[in-house]
């Protein structure tokens, strides 16, 4: 079973190697998608953990315990068609390359079932077309 979270951590938890402990100790596989960490801050990390159900739960638990503040990320991407001037910045980001500029029409194109729900196209859009709906 795969369940998309956002870790959010507090400064004395900053340290945690929580990725390494998430394997080691309970078999879950933890993908980063997308990662804000630094020393003596906030950090915030959005993963994808994989593994059986109960060891998910057991790890979310573990995790809480240390006081990491764990939420579900059920959000998708969102492309306003009449804001967007499509001009190609948010395709030089996308990691899967869910977002394409069309070869003939030069029309921006989004292959919703690529996207991870990164958000890295979101700051780079200039003209602010892109967004979640979390």
Known sequence: MKKRVTLTFPKRAIQVPVTYL???DF???????RAQVAPNQIGKLVVELA???DQLDAAIEWMRSRHINVSHTLGEI???PDVCVDCGLCTG???TEALSLNPETYKLTFTRSRCIVCEQCIPTCPVQAISTNI
């Open 22 to 24: 998430l394997a080691k």
């Open 27 to 33: 078999n879950v596989a933890a993908n980063i998608i």
């Open 51 to 53: 593994g059986d159900i």
């Open 78 to 80: 969102v492309i306003d």
């Open 93 to 95: 980001v996308c990691p």
